[in-house]
Protein backbone atom coordinates (compact mmCIF):
# COMPACT_ATOMS: atom_id res chain seq x y z
CA UNK A 1 0.00 0.00 0.00
CA UNK A 2 1.38 3.49 -0.63
CA UNK A 3 1.68 6.06 2.12
CA UNK A 4 1.25 9.65 1.72
CA UNK A 5 4.28 11.76 2.98
CA UNK A 6 2.32 12.68 6.04
CA UNK A 7 1.47 9.29 7.16
CA UNK A 8 3.62 8.58 10.32
CA UNK A 9 4.86 5.21 11.22
CA UNK A 10 5.53 3.81 14.74
CA UNK A 11 7.11 1.01 16.30
CA UNK A 12 9.90 1.36 13.34
CA UNK A 13 13.29 1.64 12.82
CA UNK A 14 14.84 3.94 15.52
CA UNK A 15 18.72 5.15 15.23
CA UNK A 16 21.50 2.84 15.96
CA UNK A 17 22.22 4.75 19.47
CA UNK A 18 18.71 4.18 20.67
CA UNK A 19 19.00 0.44 19.24
CA UNK A 20 22.00 -0.05 21.22
CA UNK A 21 21.07 2.13 24.36
CA UNK A 22 17.85 -0.43 24.84
CA UNK A 23 20.31 -3.48 24.33
CA UNK A 24 22.44 -2.36 27.04
CA UNK A 25 19.34 -1.67 29.35
CA UNK A 26 17.93 -5.80 28.25
CA UNK A 27 21.32 -7.30 29.51
CA UNK A 28 21.72 -5.11 33.07
CA UNK A 29 17.87 -6.24 33.37
CA UNK A 30 17.89 -9.74 32.82
CA UNK A 31 20.07 -9.82 35.78
CA UNK A 32 18.30 -7.79 37.30
CA UNK A 33 14.95 -9.28 37.23
CA UNK A 34 16.91 -12.44 37.72
CA UNK A 35 17.34 -11.43 41.22
CA UNK A 36 14.02 -9.58 41.49
CA UNK A 37 12.39 -13.02 41.03
CA UNK A 38 14.78 -15.04 42.97
CA UNK A 39 14.34 -12.57 45.85
CA UNK A 40 10.55 -12.84 45.71
CA UNK A 41 10.50 -16.49 45.18
CA UNK A 42 12.59 -16.76 48.96
CA UNK A 43 10.86 -14.42 50.31
CA UNK A 44 7.29 -16.55 49.65
CA UNK A 45 8.93 -19.96 50.48
CA UNK A 46 10.40 -18.20 54.24
CA UNK A 47 6.93 -16.71 54.73
CA UNK A 48 5.20 -19.85 54.43
CA UNK A 49 7.47 -22.00 56.48
CA UNK A 50 7.73 -22.93 59.53
CA UNK A 51 10.29 -20.39 60.54
CA UNK A 52 7.66 -17.56 59.08
CA UNK A 53 7.56 -15.81 62.36
CA UNK A 54 11.26 -14.83 62.66
CA UNK A 55 10.62 -13.34 58.77
CA UNK A 56 8.26 -11.08 59.84
CA UNK A 57 9.98 -10.15 62.66
CA UNK A 58 12.91 -9.26 61.03
CA UNK A 59 10.61 -7.15 58.91
CA UNK A 60 9.46 -5.56 61.83
CA UNK A 61 12.39 -4.41 63.34
CA UNK A 62 12.10 -0.84 63.86
CA UNK A 63 15.49 1.37 62.96
CA UNK A 64 15.61 5.40 63.08
CA UNK A 65 15.63 9.13 64.25
CA UNK A 66 12.40 9.71 65.95
CA UNK A 67 12.83 13.27 66.29
CA UNK A 68 13.35 13.39 62.91
CA UNK A 69 10.01 11.37 62.05
CA UNK A 70 11.92 8.64 60.81
CA UNK A 71 11.42 5.53 62.89
CA UNK A 72 10.56 3.20 59.97
CA UNK A 73 10.55 -0.70 59.84
CA UNK A 74 13.09 -2.37 58.01
CA UNK A 75 10.31 -3.31 55.62
CA UNK A 76 9.24 0.35 55.51
CA UNK A 77 12.96 1.31 55.27
CA UNK A 78 13.30 -1.31 51.58
CA UNK A 79 9.72 0.21 50.44
CA UNK A 80 10.71 4.04 50.86
CA UNK A 81 14.32 4.39 51.56
CA UNK A 82 16.17 1.55 49.07
CA UNK A 83 13.35 2.01 46.25
CA UNK A 84 14.26 5.86 45.74
CA UNK A 85 17.29 4.55 44.19
CA UNK A 86 15.05 2.79 41.72
CA UNK A 87 13.23 5.96 41.38
CA UNK A 88 15.78 8.24 40.79
CA UNK A 89 17.12 5.78 38.19
CA UNK A 90 13.16 6.02 36.64
CA UNK A 91 13.72 9.79 36.75
CA UNK A 92 16.87 10.07 34.42
CA UNK A 93 15.29 7.12 32.15
CA UNK A 94 12.08 9.55 31.89
CA UNK A 95 14.12 12.60 31.57
CA UNK A 96 16.58 10.83 28.75
CA UNK A 97 13.70 9.87 26.82
CA UNK A 98 12.08 13.12 26.80
CA UNK A 99 15.56 15.21 26.25
CA UNK A 100 17.30 13.02 23.48
CA UNK A 101 15.40 9.61 23.34
CA UNK A 102 12.40 9.07 20.93
CA UNK A 103 10.13 10.18 23.13
CA UNK A 104 11.44 14.01 22.27
CA UNK A 105 9.40 14.12 19.09
CA UNK A 106 5.89 14.34 19.53
CA UNK A 107 4.56 12.39 16.78
CA UNK A 108 6.78 8.92 17.76
CA UNK A 109 5.74 9.87 21.62
CA UNK A 110 2.17 9.65 21.00
CA UNK A 111 1.56 6.30 20.22
CA UNK A 112 3.60 4.69 23.40
CA UNK A 113 2.50 7.34 25.66
CA UNK A 114 -1.39 7.17 24.70
CA UNK A 115 -0.98 3.49 24.42
CA UNK A 116 0.56 3.90 28.42
CA UNK A 117 -2.23 5.45 29.32
CA UNK A 118 -4.83 3.06 27.79
CA UNK A 119 -2.50 0.08 29.63
CA UNK A 120 -3.37 2.66 32.81
CA UNK A 121 -6.69 3.19 32.29
CA UNK A 122 -8.51 -0.17 31.34
CA UNK A 123 -7.66 -2.11 34.26
CA UNK A 124 -8.56 -0.06 36.88
CA UNK A 125 -11.69 0.56 35.40
CA UNK A 126 -11.55 -3.04 35.19
CA UNK A 127 -10.54 -3.45 39.12
CA UNK A 128 -12.90 -0.85 40.06
CA UNK A 129 -16.31 -2.41 38.19
CA UNK A 130 -15.39 -5.77 40.50
CA UNK A 131 -15.01 -4.19 43.76
CA UNK A 132 -17.57 -1.47 43.45
CA UNK A 133 -19.69 -3.25 46.17
CA UNK A 134 -16.11 -2.95 48.52
CA UNK A 135 -15.56 0.70 49.38
CA UNK A 136 -12.18 -0.92 50.99
CA UNK A 137 -11.21 -3.38 47.95
CA UNK A 138 -11.98 -0.10 45.99
CA UNK A 139 -9.18 1.66 47.32
CA UNK A 140 -6.51 -1.08 45.52
CA UNK A 141 -7.64 0.26 42.22
CA UNK A 142 -4.08 1.42 41.33
CA UNK A 143 -2.31 -1.57 41.76
CA UNK A 144 -2.97 -3.38 38.67
CA UNK A 145 -2.11 -0.01 36.33
CA UNK A 146 2.05 -0.69 36.90
CA UNK A 147 4.11 -2.53 34.72
CA UNK A 148 7.30 -4.03 36.32
CA UNK A 149 10.38 -2.82 33.89
CA UNK A 150 13.12 -4.91 35.60
CA UNK A 151 10.52 -7.86 35.17
CA UNK A 152 8.94 -7.35 32.04
CA UNK A 153 12.00 -6.17 30.18
CA UNK A 154 14.02 -9.71 31.96
CA UNK A 155 11.32 -11.35 30.81
CA UNK A 156 11.71 -9.80 26.87
CA UNK A 157 15.67 -10.60 26.93
CA UNK A 158 14.84 -13.96 27.36
CA UNK A 159 12.42 -14.75 24.88
CA UNK A 160 12.92 -12.45 21.84
CA UNK A 161 16.65 -12.63 20.85
CA UNK A 162 15.10 -12.05 17.26
CA UNK A 163 12.10 -9.94 17.64
CA UNK A 164 12.76 -6.26 16.32
CA UNK A 165 14.19 -3.43 18.04
CA UNK A 166 11.31 -1.31 17.54
CA UNK A 167 9.18 -4.04 19.71
CA UNK A 168 11.75 -3.85 22.48
CA UNK A 169 12.21 0.18 22.56
CA UNK A 170 8.44 0.36 22.50
CA UNK A 171 8.15 -1.82 25.61
CA UNK A 172 10.76 0.39 27.56
CA UNK A 173 8.83 3.33 26.19
CA UNK A 174 5.56 1.89 27.37
CA UNK A 175 6.96 0.95 30.83
CA UNK A 176 8.57 4.28 31.06
CA UNK A 177 5.82 6.40 31.01
CA UNK A 178 3.52 3.87 32.67
CA UNK A 179 6.10 4.55 35.87
CA UNK A 180 5.70 8.68 35.42
CA UNK A 181 1.98 7.77 35.70
CA UNK A 182 2.14 5.68 38.58
CA UNK A 183 4.29 8.35 40.36
CA UNK A 184 2.07 11.00 39.66
CA UNK A 185 -0.90 8.32 40.87
CA UNK A 186 1.30 7.77 44.25
CA UNK A 187 2.14 11.54 44.50
CA UNK A 188 -1.77 12.43 44.37
CA UNK A 189 -3.92 9.90 45.72
CA UNK A 190 -1.38 8.02 48.24
CA UNK A 191 -0.07 11.32 50.44
CA UNK A 192 -0.26 10.55 53.64
CA UNK A 193 -1.31 13.58 56.15
CA UNK A 194 -0.29 16.13 53.34
CA UNK A 195 2.08 19.20 55.53
CA UNK A 196 3.08 22.23 53.75
CA UNK A 197 5.93 23.28 55.63
CA UNK A 198 8.20 20.35 54.59
CA UNK A 199 7.01 19.97 51.33
CA UNK A 200 8.18 23.67 50.79
CA UNK A 201 11.58 23.20 52.30
CA UNK A 202 12.29 20.17 50.25
CA UNK A 203 12.71 22.51 47.05
CA UNK A 204 15.93 24.00 48.92
CA UNK A 205 17.51 20.59 48.84
CA UNK A 206 16.30 20.18 45.63
CA UNK A 207 17.63 23.33 44.14
CA UNK A 208 21.46 22.63 45.24
CA UNK A 209 21.20 19.33 44.19
CA UNK A 210 20.24 21.41 40.44
CA UNK A 211 22.18 23.62 40.58
CA UNK A 212 25.57 21.71 41.23
CA UNK A 213 25.03 19.29 38.82
CA UNK A 214 24.59 21.54 36.06
CA UNK A 215 27.16 23.81 37.20
CA UNK A 216 29.97 20.88 37.89
CA UNK A 217 29.23 18.04 35.83
CA UNK A 218 32.19 17.23 34.74
CA UNK A 219 33.10 17.32 38.06
CA UNK A 220 30.82 14.79 39.24
CA UNK A 221 31.25 12.91 35.97
CA UNK A 222 35.20 12.47 36.55
CA UNK A 223 35.45 11.69 40.37
CA UNK A 224 33.23 8.75 41.48
CA UNK A 225 33.45 9.41 44.85
CA UNK A 226 32.30 13.29 44.75
CA UNK A 227 28.16 12.30 44.10
CA UNK A 228 28.64 10.63 46.95
CA UNK A 229 30.63 12.78 49.10
CA UNK A 230 28.51 15.92 47.86
CA UNK A 231 25.15 14.90 45.91
CA UNK A 232 23.65 11.98 47.99
CA UNK A 233 23.47 13.78 51.33
CA UNK A 234 21.67 16.65 49.48
CA UNK A 235 19.51 14.16 48.55
CA UNK A 236 18.89 12.27 51.65
CA UNK A 237 17.69 16.06 52.95
CA UNK A 238 15.14 15.75 50.02
CA UNK A 239 13.77 12.35 50.71
CA UNK A 240 13.64 13.19 54.53
CA UNK A 241 11.43 16.54 54.25
CA UNK A 242 9.55 14.88 51.52
CA UNK A 243 9.03 12.10 53.84
CA UNK A 244 7.94 14.23 56.70
CA UNK A 245 5.18 15.84 54.22
CA UNK A 246 3.51 13.35 53.91
CA UNK A 247 4.32 12.31 49.80
CA UNK A 248 5.90 9.25 49.56
CA UNK A 249 9.50 9.69 49.85
CA UNK A 250 10.05 7.64 46.31
CA UNK A 251 8.95 10.83 44.59
CA UNK A 252 12.43 12.66 45.59
CA UNK A 253 13.91 10.05 43.70
CA UNK A 254 11.82 10.96 40.83
CA UNK A 255 12.62 14.85 41.13
CA UNK A 256 16.39 14.46 42.19
CA UNK A 257 16.23 12.50 38.33
CA UNK A 258 15.17 14.92 36.62
CA UNK A 259 16.92 17.75 38.12
CA UNK A 260 20.08 15.90 36.50
CA UNK A 261 21.74 17.06 33.72
CA UNK A 262 21.20 14.93 30.18
CA UNK A 263 23.60 16.73 27.78
CA UNK A 264 26.85 18.16 28.32
CA UNK A 265 26.45 22.11 27.57
CA UNK A 266 28.93 23.76 25.28
CA UNK A 267 31.45 25.44 27.80
CA UNK A 268 31.93 21.70 29.43
CA UNK A 269 32.96 20.36 25.97
CA UNK A 270 29.59 19.78 24.34
CA UNK A 271 27.48 16.27 23.47
CA UNK A 272 31.05 15.50 21.49
CA UNK A 273 32.56 15.33 24.69
CA UNK A 274 30.96 12.36 26.30
CA UNK A 275 27.92 10.93 27.42
CA UNK A 276 26.09 13.53 30.23
CA UNK A 277 25.83 13.59 33.79
CA UNK A 278 22.91 11.70 33.82
CA UNK A 279 23.84 8.51 31.74
CA UNK A 280 27.08 8.63 34.01
CA UNK A 281 24.88 8.34 37.34
CA UNK A 282 22.51 5.98 35.53
CA UNK A 283 25.80 3.40 34.62
CA UNK A 284 27.06 3.95 37.99
CA UNK A 285 24.06 3.18 40.18
CA UNK A 286 21.69 0.96 37.75
CA UNK A 287 23.87 -2.19 39.25
CA UNK A 288 22.85 -0.94 43.28
CA UNK A 289 19.45 -0.85 41.86
CA UNK A 290 18.99 -3.88 40.12
CA UNK A 291 21.17 -5.87 42.46
CA UNK A 292 20.54 -4.85 45.59
CA UNK A 293 17.59 -2.02 46.16
CA UNK A 294 14.91 -3.82 44.29
CA UNK A 295 15.64 -7.28 45.36
CA UNK A 296 16.08 -6.22 48.90
CA UNK A 297 12.53 -4.37 48.22
CA UNK A 298 11.44 -7.28 46.50
CA UNK A 299 12.19 -9.53 49.91
CA UNK A 300 10.40 -7.23 52.08
CA UNK A 301 7.45 -6.94 50.58
CA UNK A 302 6.61 -10.37 49.14
CA UNK A 303 6.25 -12.17 52.06
CA UNK A 304 2.88 -12.69 52.62
CA UNK A 305 1.23 -16.18 54.71
CA UNK A 306 -0.55 -17.70 51.71
CA UNK A 307 -1.93 -20.26 53.88
CA UNK A 308 -1.58 -23.23 51.65
CA UNK A 309 -3.68 -24.34 49.21
CA UNK A 310 -7.14 -23.25 51.39
CA UNK A 311 -5.55 -19.68 51.76
CA UNK A 312 -5.64 -19.43 48.19
CA UNK A 313 -8.63 -20.72 47.47
CA UNK A 314 -10.07 -18.80 50.04
CA UNK A 315 -8.25 -15.30 48.39
CA UNK A 316 -9.64 -16.17 45.34
CA UNK A 317 -12.88 -15.17 46.88
CA UNK A 318 -11.48 -11.90 47.34
CA UNK A 319 -12.93 -8.94 44.68
CA UNK A 320 -9.60 -7.43 45.06
CA UNK A 321 -7.75 -9.82 44.04
CA UNK A 322 -10.23 -11.06 41.20
CA UNK A 323 -9.56 -7.27 39.92
CA UNK A 324 -6.16 -7.18 39.84
CA UNK A 325 -5.86 -10.56 38.16
CA UNK A 326 -8.35 -9.53 35.72
CA UNK A 327 -6.68 -5.86 35.83
CA UNK A 328 -3.02 -6.98 34.84
CA UNK A 329 -4.12 -10.51 32.73
CA UNK A 330 -6.80 -8.97 30.75
CA UNK A 331 -6.32 -5.10 31.17
CA UNK A 332 -3.45 -4.43 30.33
CA UNK A 333 -3.38 -6.24 27.16
CA UNK A 334 -7.03 -4.70 26.60
CA UNK A 335 -5.88 -1.32 27.17
CA UNK A 336 -2.47 -1.17 24.83
CA UNK A 337 -3.92 -2.91 22.00
CA UNK A 338 -7.08 -0.97 21.82
CA UNK A 339 -5.20 2.53 22.26
CA UNK A 340 -2.76 1.53 19.50
CA UNK A 341 -5.29 0.27 17.03
CA UNK A 342 -7.65 3.22 17.59
CA UNK A 343 -4.81 5.70 17.01
CA UNK A 344 -4.25 3.73 13.85
CA UNK A 345 -7.78 3.83 12.49
CA UNK A 346 -8.60 7.75 13.29
CA UNK A 347 -5.16 9.35 13.00
CA UNK A 348 -2.77 8.69 10.32
CA UNK A 349 -0.22 6.91 12.40
CA UNK A 350 0.46 3.26 11.00
CA UNK A 351 2.21 0.23 12.02
CA UNK A 352 5.78 -0.34 10.63
CA UNK A 353 5.57 -3.07 7.78
CA UNK A 354 7.97 -5.06 9.03
CA UNK A 355 5.69 -5.89 12.56
CA UNK A 356 1.87 -7.39 12.88
CA UNK A 357 -0.77 -6.77 15.41
CA UNK A 358 -0.10 -10.10 17.12
CA UNK A 359 3.22 -8.47 17.94
CA UNK A 360 1.44 -5.51 20.08
CA UNK A 361 -0.84 -7.95 21.81
CA UNK A 362 2.28 -9.61 23.40
CA UNK A 363 4.10 -6.74 24.40
CA UNK A 364 0.70 -5.70 25.76
CA UNK A 365 0.70 -9.16 27.98
CA UNK A 366 4.01 -8.58 28.81
CA UNK A 367 3.15 -5.42 30.26
CA UNK A 368 0.78 -7.16 32.57
CA UNK A 369 3.88 -8.05 35.02
CA UNK A 370 3.05 -5.85 37.56
CA UNK A 371 5.52 -6.15 40.24
CA UNK A 372 7.71 -3.44 42.20
CA UNK A 373 5.46 -0.62 41.72
CA UNK A 374 2.23 -2.86 42.54
CA UNK A 375 3.57 -4.32 45.21
CA UNK A 376 4.51 -0.58 46.71
CA UNK A 377 0.57 1.03 45.80
CA UNK A 378 -0.63 -2.39 47.55
CA UNK A 379 1.14 -1.22 50.71
CA UNK A 380 0.02 1.96 50.28
CA UNK A 381 -3.76 0.96 49.44
CA UNK A 382 -4.06 -1.76 52.57
CA UNK A 383 -1.07 -1.49 54.78
CA UNK A 384 0.37 -4.02 56.34
CA UNK A 385 -2.21 -6.08 58.77
CA UNK A 386 -5.35 -5.44 56.13
CA UNK A 387 -6.23 -8.45 54.49
CA UNK A 388 -6.95 -7.50 51.34
CA UNK A 389 -3.50 -6.26 51.61
CA UNK A 390 -2.24 -10.00 51.72
CA UNK A 391 -4.73 -10.86 48.93
CA UNK A 392 -3.58 -8.13 46.57
CA UNK A 393 -0.17 -9.42 46.97
CA UNK A 394 -0.83 -12.99 46.07
CA UNK A 395 -2.68 -11.67 43.28
CA UNK A 396 0.26 -9.79 41.46
CA UNK A 397 2.28 -12.86 41.74
CA UNK A 398 -0.36 -15.03 40.32
CA UNK A 399 -1.26 -12.40 37.24
CA UNK A 400 2.57 -11.89 36.68
CA UNK A 401 2.75 -15.37 36.38
CA UNK A 402 0.37 -15.63 34.33
CA UNK A 403 1.06 -12.50 32.52
CA UNK A 404 4.77 -13.65 31.83
CA UNK A 405 3.08 -17.42 30.56
CA UNK A 406 0.61 -16.03 28.02
CA UNK A 407 3.42 -13.13 26.48
CA UNK A 408 6.05 -16.46 26.19
CA UNK A 409 3.23 -18.37 24.30
CA UNK A 410 3.14 -15.74 21.55
CA UNK A 411 6.17 -13.79 21.84
CA UNK A 412 8.36 -17.37 21.77
CA UNK A 413 6.17 -17.98 18.41
CA UNK A 414 6.84 -14.39 17.12
CA UNK A 415 10.40 -14.56 17.72
CA UNK A 416 10.49 -18.19 15.35
CA UNK A 417 8.94 -16.00 12.86
CA UNK A 418 11.69 -13.48 12.84
CA UNK A 419 14.12 -15.74 13.55
CA UNK A 420 13.18 -17.56 9.87
CA UNK A 421 12.65 -14.05 8.58
CA UNK A 422 16.32 -13.39 9.80
CA UNK A 423 17.80 -16.79 7.92
CA UNK A 424 16.04 -16.19 4.86
CA UNK A 425 17.52 -12.84 4.28
CA UNK A 426 21.10 -13.84 5.19
CA UNK A 427 20.86 -16.72 2.52
CA UNK A 428 19.54 -14.73 0.13
CA UNK A 429 22.67 -12.57 0.68
CA UNK A 430 24.59 -15.34 0.02
CA UNK A 431 22.92 -17.14 -2.89
CA UNK A 432 21.49 -20.11 -0.36
CA UNK A 433 18.22 -21.94 -1.55
CA UNK A 434 15.60 -21.39 1.55
CA UNK A 435 15.25 -25.39 1.97
CA UNK A 436 18.82 -25.74 2.74
CA UNK A 437 19.08 -23.41 5.52
CA UNK A 438 18.91 -23.91 8.78
CA UNK A 439 17.10 -22.21 11.56
Do not use: C
Not at 356 to 382: H, K, P, Q, R, Y
Amino acid sequence: MTRNNTTRTFLGRSSFAEVKRIGEILRIETVGGALLVAAAIVAIIWANSPWADKYFAVRDITLGIPALHLELTIGQWASDGLLAIFFFLTGLELKKEFVIGDLRTPATALVPVAAAFGGVAVPAIVFAMINLASPTGLQGWAIPTATDIAFAVAVLAILGSHLPSALRIFLLTLAVVDDLIAIVIIAIFYADGFTLTPLLLTLIPLAAYATLTHVFPRFFGRNPWAPWVILLPIGVVAWALLHASGVHATIAGVALGFAVPVRRMVKHGGPQSGPGLAEVLEHRLRPLSSGLAVPVFAFFAAGVAIGGPEGFVSALTDPVMIGILAGLVLGKPIGITLTTWLLTRFTKARLDSSLAWIDVIGVGMLAGIGFTVSLLVAELSFGADSPHGDHAKIAIFTASVLAALLAAVVLRARNRHYRRIESAQRGDELGVPLDDQTT
